[in-house]
């Protein structure tokens, strides 16, 4: 009886339902088929906008930096972090992890903190960027950049340009954030000095300058 159960299930085949191994198998050779068979299904002959840019080859790139147009020629590959350091000497902004894991390279593009170090310089085209620099009033500093030297929120300082930017950035579209904002909006910044008691406090100092409360001093 056994046996004849057994042979029953094999001439069953297919009908008596998919094993795993048959559904990995299947899908392995389905998923090859797809990739295989995509340029062939599409038919479409290289257009103008897909061609192909050699590795090294140069391409024109306008960035408006600080109110600033800066017209460069840029490999396709290029950070919009290393573009501002390499090509623009803007160190202001600072390279840490270089993964977009600290913070250090944050910048405003369009007025919202952005890492610089994971924005291709191509992305940012058409963009208002604003760095550390741009942040200064003439030979003053900005209002964060004020309330942070008030409040002494920094130690070793190197990631306090990108500190400043997200602080900055924050402030733009919250003019008075409570302590619980303010620790969401510095959350991508990473201080290994351990000075956010203060980077909170010159946040709410900061706030009251763009407000026009309070004496600098």
């Known amino acids: 009886m056994e046996d004849n159960h057994r042979k029953k299930q094999q001439q069953k085949g297919p009908e008596s339902g998919v094993t795993r191994r048959h559904f990995l198998t ?13 340029p062939v299904a599409t038919g479409a002959a290289p257009t103008e906008s897909a061609a192909i840019i050699e590795v090294g080859e140069m391409v024109p790139l306008t960035l408006r930096i600080n109110g600033h147009p800066r017209l460069l020629l840029v490999e396709p590959r290029w950070s919009l972090a290393y573009v501002l350091r390499e090509k623009l000497v803007m160190t202001g902004t600072k390279l840490g992890c270089d993964r977009g894991e600290c913070g250090a390279c944050t910048v405003l593009v369009d007025g919202v903190p952005r890492y610089s170090c994971m924005t291709l310089a191509l992305e940012a085209e058409e963009t208002e960027i604003t760095t550390l620099e741009g942040l200064l009033e003439g ?13 002494d929120a920094f130690q070793c300082g190197y990631c306090t340009p990108g500190q400043v930017m997200s602080v900055e950035g924050l402030l733009r579209s919250n003019p008075d954030p409570s302590l619980d904002e303010i620790r969401l909006g510095v959350s991508g910044n990473l201080c290994r000095c351990g000075a956010y008691p203060n980077i909170f406090k010159a946040t709410r100092r900061a706030a009251e300058l763009k407000r026009g409360k309070g004496d600098r001093s």
Do not use: R, S
């Not at 299947?26 to 995509?38: K, M, N, P, S, W």
């Not at 030979?139 to 409040?151: C, I, N, P, R, Y």
């Open 139 to 151: 030979e003053d500093l900005g209002d964060v950049q004020q309330a942070f030297k008030e409040h």
């Open 26 to 38: 299947g899908a392995g050779i389905g998923a090859a088929g797809l990739v295989a068979g995509a």
